[in-house]
């Protein structure tokens, strides 16, 4: 079994912060959803780029993507 990951993806939202859908994945695996918590803020002020009214963030193991069939990100990359 593999150890218990979180990723961060940011999401992008219509407005007023309505039908929300992924726009990227970070590629930084964290230890903890709040280790993952704690870097919201930070990795929003990175994501001004995003064509969306509203962005946000949501922390997710890697049990939560496989039960939702997304893919991890690369670990080599973060």
Known sequence: ???????????????????????RLEPVTYVSAAQCRTEIPNVLMRSTDLDYPTIGAACQSN?????????MPDANRG
């Open 63 to 71: 049990r939560e993507r496989a039960a939702q069939n997304k893919p």
């Open 1 to 23: 079994m593999e150890p218990l990951v979180y990723v961060m993806a940011i999401l992008g939202c219509g407005d007023p912060g309505t039908q929300c859908q992924e726009a």
